[in-house]
């Protein structure tokens, strides 16, 4: 009897297991189309025209990618057209990178980035990117040391945002920027020139909407007042005359350029007045001294002082001309409008009312900069 149960149980057991393989989805890499990069024109009539590059995963292909395109008045609809043209079944379970053109992101991007956002196969960590001219182009051109342009533009992007010369361009900070009252979202600004991609410096909004770009030396000023930097890098110009006392400069030099790099910063924001927002924000930033373009004597202590000096005149001003820019443009990428909100509880800040602060607010920046070493690299 007892062995007679045990047998009945082997075989209920037996039974589940079976039943639970047979509810199990295999997928065979080989039989899917794996979408690493994504991009997005406008189309005529109101279409959108969407492109996508897959990884290649056969290793006799000869080429490590595969570009499949269509049209269609949804990103769901670009999605079932792709999946018709494709021999394998298209998964964006490994879609790292998502380009839209520049037309369309001045337009807006709520109503794309929002579907990429609820797909359950997208994941957050998605890199987003605006181009100059069409994804398309971007995607299907044959560049000769490129083998697959989705990899490519990844690592790119990757690589700019860990050596702090670009902010995180990553789908759920998009996201946490474009619904957070008082700060605009920043992506990355990519041109193509030739067989070069080049990033040229980042898009600025306002709200989901591109409104300007910014050159890629500005953005070391972005990241100053918006984030600590841990290792990063910058040239910065002097005026001759205010060197006068410790350098040289050759007739006719109209500055004279010195590059800090394993740059360190600190910036605190604090509310000094909140009838008419008024902001400062002290900067603390160090770092080695890498170059310059005209001969001083290093050792002598003074000539340390005054570069530092110097060079804490020279980001002030860069600093209070990039935010003026930014007011003038009424676009918020540092987030004053989020300590604004922090610092005065009950405000009921939003962000039309913050559009109609934020051009008037006065912002004063004070910097202190501190040369660590000089003559050292890596």
């Not at 797909?119 to 957050?124: H, L």
């Not at 600025?204 to 953005?219: H, K, N, Q, W, Y």
């Amino acid at each position: 009897m007892k062995l007679k149960r045990m047998v009945m149980m082997a075989a209920m057991l037996l039974l589940a297991a079976s039943a639970a393989a047979g509810c199990v989805q295999t997928r065979v890499l080989e039989r899917l189309g794996l979408v690493i990069a994504a991009g997005y024109d406008e189309a005529p009539g109101d279409k959108i025209l969407g492109t996508s590059v897959l990884y290649e995963i056969d290793p006799g292909a000869r080429e490590r990618s595969n570009v499949i395109t269509s049209t269609a008045y949804t990103s769901k609809g670009l999605r079932y057209n792709n999946n018709a043209e494709s021999r394998k079944k298209l998964t964006s379970g490994q879609l790292r990178v998502i380009v839209y053109h520049e037309d369309l992101a001045r337009k807006g991007l709520t109503e794309l980035v929002d579907t990429m956002l609820r797909d359950p196969e997208v994941g957050s960590a998605v890199y987003l990117a605006i181009s100059k001219g069409r994804a398309y182009d971007l995607m299907t051109r044959r560049y000769p040391e490129i083998s697959n342009i989705g990899e490519y533009l990844f690592q790119s992007i990757q690589h700019n945002v860990e050596n702090e010369e670009m902010v995180s361009p990553i789908l759920h900070e998009y996201i946490r920027d474009l619904y957070s009252p008082g700060k605009d979202p920043v992506l990355p600004y990519i041109v193509q020139r030739n067989n070069e991609i080049i990033l040229y410096g980042a898009a600025l909004f306002r709200g989901d909407r591109m409104v300007a770009t910014l050159p890629l030396r500005e953005i070391f000023y972005l990241r100053l007042l918006r984030e600590p930097f841990r290792s990063g890098m910058t040239e910065i110009g002097l005026s001759p005359e205010a060197l006068r006392s410790i350098a040289s400069p050759s007739k006719g030099q109209k500055q004279i350029y010195l590059v800090l790099d394993s740059v360190k910063s600190e910036s605190r924001i604090r509310l000094t007045n909140a009838k008419q927002p008024a902001f400062t924000v002290q900067v603390h930033m160090s770092g080695r001294l890498q170059e310059i373009s005209s001969p001083v004597n290093l050792r002598n202590r003074q000539v340390i002082e005054v570069l530092e000096r110097e060079a804490s005149k020279a980001v002030q001003a860069n600093a209070m001309a990039f935010i003026a820019k930014t007011q003038k443009l009424n676009v918020d990428p540092v987030g004053f409008g989020q300590k604004y909100r922090a610092q005065l509880r009950g405000s009921g800040l939003t962000a039309d009312k913050w559009k109609q602060l934020y051009p008037k607010a006065k912002v004063r920046v004070e910097v202190v900069t501190t040369i660590l070493r000089t003559g050292q690299t890596d």
